[in-house]
């Protein structure tokens, strides 16, 4: 090897390393019970519990040692008379912490034409107490981010008032927002369409951002990355909200055509490089660090969940590592200099530089497994909870 080609590769493993120390993922907790798609699901030795998923999420924490935090969804998992303390036992027991807190307003029959934006006020008020109430659950439990996620909207055009819906959405989350404790953000979600396929009130990053800015400051804008239509410049919005200081996190997924919470970079793994090299970029440029969550919101019926995890994981720690390999002093002045191959060309070298090494490097500093996935088949604890788990049914309660 040369003198040269040792210091870059001494270089690469110190921003790989720097870059894997701060990333921490969150996982969510519906991600390892039983779900499937409208025509059915396909069962595994699923967690029903939250002790059974803080558990399982546990494996994921253990062996890849980047995802502290658990997210947790306030009907599937914190169920009237729940004790915070009860749960924070539980997630100590198996090494990780509640993290953000998921309002449900879009499973009850009431939800049927929306909740903070439905005509009725009587139900507005019942999503907005349910909200209320999930933002005291995240107090108590020490969550910082309470992330609402609205199916609302309508099917058919003329049926709605798109105008006085928006008014009732906002002056609902500003009502949300008032109760946040110091610290606390509420993270608004949107969605282009599912389950309305009309309209839906928060349908793009340009409302969410609006009614986040209507709320309060202490709302950001929640980027889930299935939630776009084919072709949409993800990293465009994640630079742009960046600017604005309003990107408060992400919800990681992969899409072939809609929302199909496939494996992140399953099938585009430069569009996720690409996301992350806006972050790193915005952070070289302004030296301030972004404060983001990074979230995964899957959920699968095909992988095992627990495996499907650490491949995320895994995913996430070698893209990341692959931005932070940008050369963005070099980068700034090709651009600034038109220079467009090679500016290009250093997105593509970042990209294309084998990171397994030096992430292996940094696993192994950190006491860890060279390779999660191969620790977590060898470890027992898939035999070990399809054992424990055997012939229950999944209407024992859990996601549905
Ligand atoms: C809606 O599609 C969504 O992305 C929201 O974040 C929900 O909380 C989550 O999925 C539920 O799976
Ligand atoms: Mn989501």
């Given at each position: 090897m040369s003198a040269n080609a040792g210091k870059a590769g001494a270089a690469m493993e110190t921003n790989v390393k720097e870059a894997l120390d701060r990333l921490q993922i969150e996982l969510p907790s519906w991600g390892f019970a039983d779900t499937g798609t409208r025509f059915g699901k396909f069962l595994q030795p699923a967690a029903?519990?939250?002790?059974?998923?803080?558990?399982d999420a546990g494996q994921v924490h253990q062996f890849t040692g980047a995802c502290p935090t658990v997210a947790l969804h306030v009907l599937w998992d914190l169920p009237k008379g729940t004790k915070p303390s009860a749960v924070l036992e539980l997630a100590a027991r198996f090494g990780v912490r509640p993290g953000s807190i998921s309002p449900n307003v879009f499973e009850d029959q009431i939800y049927k034409h929306g909740s903070l934006a439905n005509e009725q006020e009587t139900i507005r008020r019942h999503a907005l107490e349910h909200i209320?109430?999930?933002?005291?659950?995240?107090?108590?439990?020490?969550?910082?981010?309470?992330?609402?996620?609205?199916?609302?909207?309508?099917?058919?055009p003329g049926t709605a008032n798109i105008r006085a819906r928006k008014r009732w959405m906002a002056e609902g989350l500003k009502q949300a927002h008032d109760t946040l404790g110091d610290g606390q953000r509420l993270l608004?979600?949107?969605?282009?369409?599912?389950?309305?396929?009309?309209?839906?009130?928060?349908?793009?990053?340009?409302?969410?951002?609006?009614?986040?800015?209507?709320?309060?400051?202490k709302s950001r804008v929640l980027v889930d990355t299935g939630h776009h239509y084919q072709a949409q410049n993800i990293e465009q919005i994640v630079a742009w909200l960046l600017d604005e200081g309003?990107?408060?996190?992400?919800?990681?997924?992969?899409?072939?055509?809609?929302?199909?919470?496939?494996t992140l970079?399953?099938?585009?793994?430069?569009?996720?490089?690409?996301?992350?090299?806006?972050?790193?970029?915005y952070e070289w440029e302004t030296g301030r660090r972004a404060d983001?969550?990074?979230?995964?919101?899957?959920?699968?019926?095909?992988?095992?969940?627990?495996?499907?995890?650490?491949?995320?994981?895994?995913?996430?720690?070698e893209l990341y590592a692959k931005a932070a390999l940008i050369d963005?002093?070099?980068?700034?002045?090709?651009?600034?200099?038109?220079?467009?191959?090679?500016?290009?060309?250093?997105?593509k070298d970042a990209f294309s530089t084998d990171v397994r090494p030096a992430v292996r490097e940094w696993r192994r500093a950190k006491q860890l497994a060279d390779n999660p996935l191969a620790a977590f088949r060898a470890s027992g604890y898939l035999e070990r909870i399809t054992r424990e788990r055997a012939g229950r049914s999944t209407a024992a309660g859990g996601y549905a």
């Open positions: 029903k519990t939250v002790e059974e998923k803080f558990a209320l109430d999930s933002v005291r659950i995240a107090r108590e439990l020490g969550s910082r981010d309470v992330t609402p996620w609205f199916a609302d909207g309508s099917n058919f608004i979600e949107y969605k282009p369409f599912e389950p309305a396929f009309y309209h839906t009130d928060i349908a793009d990053w340009g409302m969410a951002l609006t009614l986040a800015r209507y709320a309060g400051p309003m990107l408060g996190g992400f919800h990681f997924n992969d899409r072939r055509y809609a929302d199909d919470d496939l970079g399953s099938i585009d793994p430069y569009q996720v490089f690409r996301i992350f090299a806006e972050i790193r970029f983001i969550a990074f979230m995964v919101d899957q959920s699968h019926n095909l992988k095992g969940k627990i495996e499907e995890m650490i491949q995320t994981v895994m995913n996430a720690q963005f002093p070099a980068l700034a002045k090709a651009q600034q200099e038109q220079r467009l191959i090679d500016a290009e060309n250093l997105y």
